[in-house]
């Protein structure tokens, strides 16, 4: 696949004068994720620019790019050339050469099955991602999982490969990611939407959940053992999220519809970005309202 030509432009918002403190929480969800990629669209298309990402798992991939300067046109381009072909993703995954392979598995004589997470993303991130934090653009955290710790860790300083990559890290496809000598997983599993991370300043937080659940079979079939797995995952992100919001709502919450999208269908890209377009109206009715008070308040 030849590389995309991609551009870091400099963002100037069209609405310094009433724009408001912004956080952007970007949540983890697989290939649901996806779908990030339009919200990211709406602020490009309004001229807003975030003071502040947060982004767990799929969620941090896509916060990294962002952050790092890449618009979100750039951003879906890649996505498109680099997703949309499903023989493509498997000549990346599997097509390497040995010792490539070998260290993307991470293979052991126990023929551990495990991907290594920081291998696969040199492998698919764009070049222009920033590799340390001080890089980026935005400021902006990525949330793991203390393995030993049992507590969700807002990564913010060092490489940013290494923090996207122990974000997501989940268990059963990813080995673990040593960040400054501690063992992480999947931020999902403690925190998939991290919307409570955000600067106290912050007026507004839009927070995108794609944390999605188990969708019932239309033909009545019985999910899969690996289905039942990554369902699993689901229903202890969602119900996560779910006591979060008992004790604190973002100013705006979006849940694109793509719950029936499985965990590691990144190949159905069109798909997911056609069901989820919706939530771009959605976005721009609810932020516009948000700015328009924000413009209110300073004029009184």
Not at 78 to 103: G, H, W
Request: with cysteine; net charge positive; charged share 25%.
């Amino acid at each position: 696949m030849a590389k995309t030509e991609l551009k870091t432009p400099s963002r100037k918002t069209k609405l310094t004068a009433s724009d408001p403190s912004i956080c952007l929480v970007l949540g983890g969800g697989g290939a649901r994720g996806i779908s990030h990629i339009l919200i990211l669209e709406v602020l490009d298309e309004l001229g807003v620019v975030p003071r502040q990402i947060l982004g767990t798992s799929i969620g941090a991939i896509f916060g990294a790019a962002y952050a790092s300067g890449l618009s979100a046109r750039d951003i879906r381009q890649f996505a498109m050339e680099a997703l949309s072909k499903r023989t493509e993703i498997l000549k990346k995954l599997f097509l390497q050469k040995p010792d490539t392979l070998r260290e993307l598995w991470n293979l052991t004589p126990l023929r551990s099955s495990l991907m290594n997470p920081e291998r696969l993303l040199e492998m698919v991130l764009p070049e222009q991602i920033a590799k340390d934090f001080t890089e980026l653009k935005i400021p902006a955290k990525f949330v793991a999982t203390d393995f030993y710790a049992q507590k969700a860790v807002a990564l913010d300083f060092g490489s940013v490969h290494k923090a996207v990559a122990a974000s997501m890290a989940l268990p059963a496809i990813f080995t673990p990611v040593e960040y400054e000598g501690t063992p992480f997983i999947d931020g999902g599993m403690t925190n998939p939407l991290p919307f409570d991370l955000s600067f106290p300043a912050m007026q507004v937080t839009i927070a995108v959940d794609v944390t999605g659940g188990p969708v019932r079979d239309e033909k009545g079939k019985k999910p899969a053992p690996m289905d039942v797995l990554f369902a699993a995952s689901q229903i202890q992100q969602n119900s996560i999220v779910n006591e979060k919001l008992k004790t604190r709502q973002p100013e705006i919450l979006i849940r694109p519809p793509v719950d029936h999208i499985q965990v590691l269908a990144f190949y159905k890209i069109k798909e997911i970005l056609a069901e989820a377009a919706p939530v771009k109206d959605e976005l721009k009715r609810k932020l516009e309202k948000h700015i328009k008070a924000g413009a209110q308040q300073k004029k009184t």
